[in-house]
C-alpha cells in the first residue's frame, strides 16, 4: 500500500517561491515515476512536473524555467521548488505516483494510479 504525505505549501505574494515536499511510504519507491499536478480553483486539473525512473525530468508547460522537481538519493522524498510564483499558480498541489512518464510526458491527475491529500498554494 502507498501512502503519499505533502507538506510545504502556503500563502505567498507573486514573485515569491515555495518548496513542496512529499514523502512516500510503502511500495518500491524505484519502480515508477513521481510527480506533481494541481487544481487550481476555476480550472481544470493540469498537470505540473514529474521524474521517471531514471532520474529524467519533465515539466508542464507553465513550470518551466521557474519550478524545478527533484528526489532524494533514496527516492523516499520529492521535491518540487517553485519560483517566480503568478497568481494563477494558485490551486491544490497532489504528489502522485506511478504513471506513464515515458518521452517526457507530464501525466495529468486522472493517469496517476496514487496521490496524496494535497497541499494548498495561494498566490496573491
Known amino acids: 500500500h502507498v501512502q503519499l504525505v505533502e507538506s510545504g505549501g502556503g500563502s505567498v505574494q507573486a514573485g515569491g517561491s515555495l518548496r513542496l515536499s512529499c514523502e512516500f511510504r510503502g511500495g518500491s519507491v524505484s519502480e515508477h515515476c513521481m510527480g506533481w499536478y494541481r487544481q487550481p480553483t476555476t480550472r481544470a486539473r493540469e498537470p505540473v512536473a514529474c521524474i521517471d525512473v531514471d532520474g529524467t525530468p519533465a515539466y508542464a508547460w507553465h513550470a518551466r524555467q521557474r519550478f524545478t522537481i527533484s528526489q532524494d538519493s533514496e527516492k523516499r522524498h520529492l521535491i518540487l521548488q517553485m519560483n517566480s510564483l503568478k497568481p494563477e499558480d494558485s490551486g491544490m498541489y497532489f504528489c502522485?505516483?506511478?504513471?506513464?512518464?515515458?518521452?517526457?510526458?507530464?501525466?495529468?491527475?486522472?493517469?496517476?494510479?496514487?496521490r496524496g491529500q494535497g497541499t494548498q498554494v495561494t498566490v496573491s
Open positions: 502522485a505516483y506511478d504513471a506513464d512518464c515515458a518521452g517526457g510526458h507530464v501525466p495529468v491527475g486522472s493517469e496517476w494510479n496514487w
